[in-house]
């Protein structure tokens, strides 16, 4: 069964914590994506990366790190100096190249801090 | 970079009625405009895209229209039944930025029986 996998679902964290994300994906897709979803608003780009080994700031990486050791996988840590970090997360992958691809989602990490 | 506009937030329409949501762009390089429904408690999910080569694309009940020049895009949907309640998202991206997507603020559309 193709697809995005995200895991937790619900994560909690403690001020002053940092807390890492997780999402798989097995459709053998270069590019990752990590968006943050707020009440009422659009989705944000936090991170991207189109192949291993490299990735770029999105438009509000602050407070957010990124790894992509691996093709299937693009963990997303959120740390303590990222201010209001109670959101909906969401993983995205697509192919690389030509114009326009579809972006697939995975169901989300919803994170709040206690 | 790119900023996508959208409106309405929210939008209720009758059954049966149309449902028009409108995007604008800032990027004019941009040439992929895809749109995203997101139901309550779910990942968001390729509905229809148009491509800046075409003016028009229509897929059973919902169609995209763009006007490159205006630099705005619309979805509309007809014939609203209720399982079209859900948040639309528009969306802009553009091939030599990487394909990464700039979404709007999304509509939510409430579709009363």
């Known amino acids: 069964d193709g697809g995005i996998t995200q895991s937790p679902k619900y994560l909690f964290r403690k001020e002053g914590q940092n807390v890492t994300l997780s999402c798989e994906q097995n459709l053998n897709h270069d590019a990752m994506y990590w968006y943050r979803q707020d009440p009422g608003q659009g989705l944000r780009l936090i991170y991207y990366s189109q192949i291993v080994n490299d990735f770029q700031k999105g438009d509000i990486a602050e407070g957010y790190s990124v790894s992509r050791e691996k093709k299937e996988s693009f963990p997303l840590t959120v740390t303590s100096a990222q201010k209001n970090p109670t959101a909906f997360y969401l993983c995205?992958?697509?192919?690389?190249?030509?114009?326009?691809?579809?972006?697939?989602f995975g169901q989300g990490t919803r994170l709040t801090v206690v | 970079g790119e900023n996508v506009e959208q409106h309405p937030s929210t939008l209720s329409v009758q059954e049966g009625d149309s449902a028009v949501i409108k995007c604008t762009y800032s990027?004019?390089?941009?040439?992929?405009f895809p749109w995203y429904k997101q139901e309550l408690g779910k990942r968001p999910q390729l509905i229809i895209d148009i491509r800046s080569n075409v003016g028009e694309k229509k897929d059973q009940r919902i169609a995209v229209t763009l006007n490159k020049t205006a630099k705005h895009f619309s979805l509309h949907i007809t014939e609203t039944q209720p399982e079209d309640s859900a948040v639309y998202f528009c969306a802009a991206s553009r091939e030599a930025a990487g394909n990464k997507l700039t979404f709007g603020g999304g509509t939510r559309v409430l579709v009363k029986p």
């Open positions: 995205a992958s697509s192919i690389v190249g030509g114009v326009g691809t579809e972006a697939f």
């Open positions: 990027d004019s390089a941009s040439n992929y």
